[in-house]
């Protein structure tokens, strides 16, 4: 009988260790998933406002600001049997063990694809069609200039040549507050938009040069035109996984609730 109440008390000692080990456990574990919570929020509000900020000026240059997600990898790298063992403990079941799982995996990866598709895919593309646009700009800019220079040696009476001033207001207005910096808009709005609304009413229209630079106008369009494509298809791919993301921090909170 003694013997019997020996292991009794033993196992209830050891069970007793078990369940406060859990519950110390368990107190780091909810630590961490609130903050991963927490730090999912802000990320999913950052990207919905790159994201919108971006559609609204669609070939500016805009980087969201990227949180750091530790505890989200320290959650996915604990014991699983010891989670099991606290959500047994706080009445949670292994279905919510495996939701919670499930979130925190689809967090981790989409955490890590969207800046790769920022900065990676749709960067590249972006990066590749800007540097396109830099070199058909300054063909108009060269072109234009060389007609300009041409004016001055062989015409006394350039400056009342209609070409001659429309030119040389597109080439100083390009020139004047223009930071250096590669702008697919600064070129658009400066250059492209106003060679071809300007060069393709009579008589420039006929004229060879004129013929060139709406050609090259052209093209800078078709250009700026694919570089609002591939930005708007990311902002509206990023709208629609915030919604995706939220949607998992809400499945997520649910269960942190039943674990407090």
Same mark, same amino acid.
């Given at each position: ?101 499930? *979130? ?46 041409? *004016? ?109």
């Amino acid at each position: 009988m003694l013997e019997k109440e020996r292991i009794k008390t033993e196992l209830d000692i050891c069970e007793n260790n078990r369940i406060q080990q859990l519950k110390k456990f368990g107190k780091l574990y909810w630590v961490f998933l609130g903050s991963c919570i927490e730090t999912s929020e802000k990320q999913s509000k950052e990207y919905f406002k790159f994201a919108s900020e971006f559609k609204n000026d669609i070939l500016g240059q805009h980087f969201p600001h990227r949180y750091t997600h530790e505890n989200l990898d320290r959650l996915l790298l604990l014991d699983h049997e010891l989670i099991l063992g606290y959500y047994e403990l706080k009445t949670a079941t292994n279905e919510d063990f495996i939701r919670v799982l499930s *979130q925190l995996d689809y967090l981790k990866t989409i955490f890590s694809a969207i800046p790769r598709d920022i900065h990676e895919g749709n960067g590249k593309i972006v990066i590749d069609l800007t540097n396109q646009l830099i070199s058909n700009g300054n063909k108009i800019l060269q072109k234009s200039t060389e007609y300009l220079n041409t *004016q001055k040696r062989d015409n006394p009476e350039f400056k009342k040549d209609e070409l001659y001033n429309i030119l040389d207001k597109i080439v100083i207005d390009y020139y004047k507050d223009n930071d250096g910096m590669p702008s697919p808009s600064w070129d658009y709005d400066k250059l492209i938009n106003p060679i071809k609304k300007t060069l393709i009413k009579e008589p420039f229209r006929f004229m060879p040069i004129c013929n060139d630079l709406l050609l090259y106008a052209r093209h800078g369009g078709d250009i700026v035109f694919s570089i609002r494509q591939f930005n708007n298809q990311l902002c509206e791919d990023i709208l629609n996984t915030t919604k995706r993301i939220n949607s998992s921090i809400e499945k997520l909170k649910e269960i942190y609730g039943k674990l407090k």
